[in-house]
């Protein structure tokens, strides 16, 4: 199983980014999809989530109104757009999968299936 995040870089505070985390070697649609991000001296933190079909999808407050999570099941990838970002947004950005939402979305890290490579986003101010 490869999960392959792309889309970092470095923006502007107020800009945009898509991240997409493409995976192979799993039944993506089989699997709920997650954004985590780890910023420099924190604790890996939840960002964002997505169900089976995308129907249903899950924010950290910090993001929520900013950020959407969204999927494609045809393409097995799975999209974060990222808008009104800020310094504070600055952090490795990591997808995930697991069968299980819950999993995601209550950080059981000990727990999920597959963790993909990181991809950095820095905002400056």
């Known amino acids: 199983v490869q999960l392959q995040a792309s889309g970092g870089g470095l923006v502007q505070a107020g800009g945009s980014l898509r991240l997409s985390c493409a995976a192979s070697g799993l039944a993506f649609s089989s699997y709920a999809m997650g954004w985590f991000r780890q910023a420099p001296g924190k604790e890996r933190e939840f960002v964002a989530a997505?169900?089976?079909?995308?129907?249903?999808?899950y924010y950290a407050d910090s993001v929520k109104g900013r950020f959407t999570i969204s999927r494609d099941n045809a393409k097995n990838t799975v999209y974060l757009q990222m808008n009104g970002l800020k310094p504070d947004d600055t952090a490795v950005y990591y997808c995930?999968?697991?069968?299980?939402?819950?999993?995601?979305?209550?950080?059981?890290?000990?727990?999920?299936?597959?963790w993909g490579k990181g991809t950095l986003v820095t905002v400056s101010s």
């Open positions: 995930a999968a697991d069968p299980t939402a819950p999993v995601l979305i209550y950080s059981d890290y000990e727990r999920v299936d597959y």
């Open positions: 997505a169900s089976y079909s995308g129907g249903s999808t």
